[in-house]
């Protein structure tokens, strides 16, 4: 089957645009200056957007992971989501925020242009984490002609992983949220891939290109992007590894 290409755009932390189904899309918004955020937990951003929400040009649909921490969705994100014709996330986010269509685990919306959103099941940080994180969701995007395209979201659970590449097994892209992050809400344990996780989903998605965000831009973003570069290329499977220029798009 021919493919259409994506053309993908990262514009730091987890905010990805990419158009897909002459659609386009963009994860979890944040374009809010480098600074620190005031909470039970304070998160210190320390690099700002590759561009702003203005320089990516109209939005047809937000995959929002959830909205409950400002790492995935801060105070611009929160403006722009006002603006776009579509917003999805969990029924949790929907509850919080006007306009938001919530999706539970495996329901799916059809979109212009015969494109398939699936919601899937996500998990931030251990076996029972969310009594402390939260709701989280990631996403499954089909069509005929283009390639079954996975966006984790704040997942850090290869269980999660092996049930999804069992429900989805064509999928060929893979977007993981990496850099192992940890406030410390669980000890050791990061709520978010590090490399070795990252490295493992590849092997449950082997069919699958991996493009890592989520990595870089935030204080308790443990490891850095070279950790995971260096983690696929060890392991002989770094030409599955995408890793895009801040800021630049690029055809996938």
């Known amino acids: ?29 944040t374009f809010d200056a480098p600074r620190d955020f005031p909470g039970p937990i304070t998160l210190s951003k320390l690099e700002g957007p590759a561009l702003a929400a ?18 995935n969705l801060d105070d611009a994100g929160r ?3 006002a603006d776009v014709p579509l917003v999805l996330s969990t029924p949790d ?26 919601a899937v099941p996500a998990r931030h940080g251990p076996e029972g984490a969310e009594a402390l994180s939260g709701a989280v969701t990631g996403f499954v995007l089909e069509a005929d ?3 079954t395209t996975y966006v984790a979201g704040d997942n850090s659970s290869l269980d999660v992983v092996a049930t ?11 977007v993981l949220f990496v850099g192992g992050a940890n406030v410390g809400r669980f000890g050791d344990e990061p709520v978010t891939m590090d490399a070795a996780r990252a490295r493992a989903a590849a092997d449950l998605l082997d069919r699958a290109r991996i493009v ?9 973003f443990v490891e850095p992007l070279s950790a995971v570069v260096d983690r696929f290329e060890h392991g002989g499977v770094g030409d599955r590894l995408v890793v895009l220029e801040r800021g630049t798009p690029t055809e996938l």
Request: net charge negative.
């Open 93 to 118: 986010a929907a509850s919080r925020i006007p306009g938001v269509r919530g999706l539970v685990a495996w329901e799916h919306v059809e979109l212009p242009g015969g494109v398939v959103v699936t």
């Open 164 to 174: 999804i590449a069992t429900r989805f097994p064509a999928i060929e892209l893979a």
């Open 1 to 29: 089957m021919t493919h259409t290409p994506i053309t993908a755009t990262f514009v730091g932390g987890p905010t990805l645009a990419f158009t897909y189904g002459g659609l386009t899309f963009l994860t979890d918004p």
């Open 54 to 71: 203005r320089d990516l040009g109209p939005l047809d649909v937000v995959l929002l992971s959830h909205d409950q921490h400002v790492d």
């Open 145 to 147: 002609g283009l390639p």
């Open 212 to 220: 890592p965000v989520h990595h870089t831009d935030w204080a308790h």
């Open 79 to 81: 403006e722009l989501l």
